[in-house]
């Protein structure tokens, strides 16, 4: 088993701790707030500073809010950079924008540290469970070294690239999740306004999703990408029309009931205006 340092024990963090735990981690934690740090007391030991904890550790896991924080746990008067003897890998687990991976992975260099970028997600429950999906970043070495960690608090654990990739992947799987809720909740408020019970349109998402494949069908199911529509066969080209058509039908129809019941949807409206973008036929 390896010597752990978790940087940041909130829903993340905390959750990582335990599923470690589990697996027989040795386990140092910090946070600024002492009642995070009391919350996992059971499983890891309290630690004054990021430097602190990472202090004897082979693999330090980052959990931190934003960039300016991961910033800070790195490369602070008492960050994890300036721990001696330093840990082998850092994983930053935090969502933070590309050119702050590019310079964590400058600055772990300086110091003879392997990183690797992890961006996470499934939610907290899952990370408590070791089962939360991490798109990871890095090169196979770093990757490798961080192993002992990934495994025990993630599954599936996908490499999707170089230093960064996980990172990127985590933004785009994100820009999916937040686009979805926003145009989820458009259609709550026109079922609502409309006299439908939302959540019998919720039983019928869920029972139907089961069968289309839900929002990512169009990527899973039909292999359709928004830039190759110029050079799809004419099989595909019919598909991708088909499908266009519904979504100005159906879509269309939708902005009218709003439109009626004195609604904006302003998500439907893109969707609608659109959506030739999104099967790549716009320019045809």
Known sequence: MSAVAVIGLGRIGGGAVRSLARAGHDISGYDVSPGAVAAVAEHARGAASPRDAAQGSEIVLVAVFDAAQVREALSGDDGVLA???????????????????????????????????????????????????????????????????????????????PLGSGMKAKLARNAIVFGCWYVVSEAARLAAASGVDVEKLVEASEAADRWSGGPMALLARHRIRPDDGASA?????????????????????????????GLELPGAEIVERRFDDAVGISSL
């Not at 991708?240 to 019941?261: E, F, M, N, Q, T």
Request: one cysteine or more; aromatic letters at 2%.
């Open 83 to 161: 721990a001696d003897p330093p840990p082998r890998v850092v994983v930053i687990l935090s969502t933070v924008d590309a050119p702050t991976i590019e310079w964590a992975g400058e600055q772990a260099g300086k110091a003879g540290i392997g990183l690797v970028d992890c961006g996470v997600t499934g939610g907290g429950g899952a990370i408590e469970n070791g089962s939360i999906v991490a798109l990871v970043g890095g090169d196979e070495a770093n990757v490798e070294a961080a192993r002992p960690a990934l495994d025990a608090f993630a599954d599936p654990v996908l490499i999707m690239g």
């Open 233 to 261: 066969d004419e099989a595909s080209l019919a598909h991708r029309r088909l499908l266009a058509s519904y979504a100005h039908k159906d879509v269309g129809a939708a902005l009218a009931l709003a439109a009626d019941l």
